[in-house]
């Protein structure tokens, strides 16, 4: 994340104590809660303080569980991410073999975590779009799920030569479509998951299905 070096240092006195509720539960709790702060606030405007007070932990507990507020912040960015790629791979297993059916399928599971989830991906936004960040890995994964499915639509055709570049193009082209698409439906919570994904692959599904035709 850009200038998230401007970390906090822990309290002093900042030590690991007993806790009675299990480290299994009360991370994720402290996750949660630190999302929505980033999500509100800003990562510079956000305050382990407050992050403390939201959770309900004390401020020594949460350095404890993280160090200091951007490994807090990236714990956070990679938990959350996790959450939306297990979420699109289970909808694409789910999905069967059929490439368009993997896409539809994909992008539903897509659209729905970010409705369920919008204050992540109000953090999470400003992480996907950044190609050399903390998500390049995750998110070259996703580009090449998105790939195979697009070549397996385009490539039995045998309507022109295709190449692996052709592939990025639209693999990238289709996931930048979704996530811009999905800032815009952030404040518009009127408009379902199912309306998202529908316009979206009315647009892509068919520029896909173009390149099977000669050129």
């Keep these: 994340m850009d200038g998230a070096g401007g970390d906090e240092s822990p309290p002093p006195g900042a030590r690991r104590g007993q806790r009675k509720v299990p480290r299994a539960i009360r991370e994720p709790q402290m996750l949660e809660m630190a999302g929505r702060v980033f999500a509100a606030r800003g990562f510079h405007e956000a305050s382990m303080d407050e992050i403390a007070e939201a959770a ?10 993280f160090g200091s507020k951007d490994r807090l912040y990236f714990a956070y960015v990679d938990a959350a991410y996790q959450q939306l790629i297990t979420a699109i791979d289970e909808a694409v297993a789910a999905a069967g073999p059929d490439p368009e059916r993997q896409l539809r399928f994909g992008t539903l599971a897509y659209y729905t975590y970010v409705g369920d989830h919008r204050h992540a991906f109000r953090v999470l936004f400003r992480e996907i779009g950044d190609p050399g960040g903390e998500l390049a890995p995750q998110r070259h994964r996703l580009v090449r799920r998105v790939g195979a499915a697009i070549e397996a639509i385009v490539v039995p055709s045998e309507a022109r030569p295709w190449r692996a570049a052709d592939t990025e193009i639209l693999a990238e082209g289709w996931i930048g479509a979704a996530r811009a698409l999905a800032d815009w439906w952030l404040d518009r919570a009127d408009i379902s998951a199912e309306a998202m994904t529908e316009r979206l692959l009315e647009f892509l599904l068919r520029g896909v299905q173009g390149f099977c035709k000669p050129s």
């Design 56 to 65: 309900g932990v004390s401020k020594p507990m949460l350095y404890s569980y």
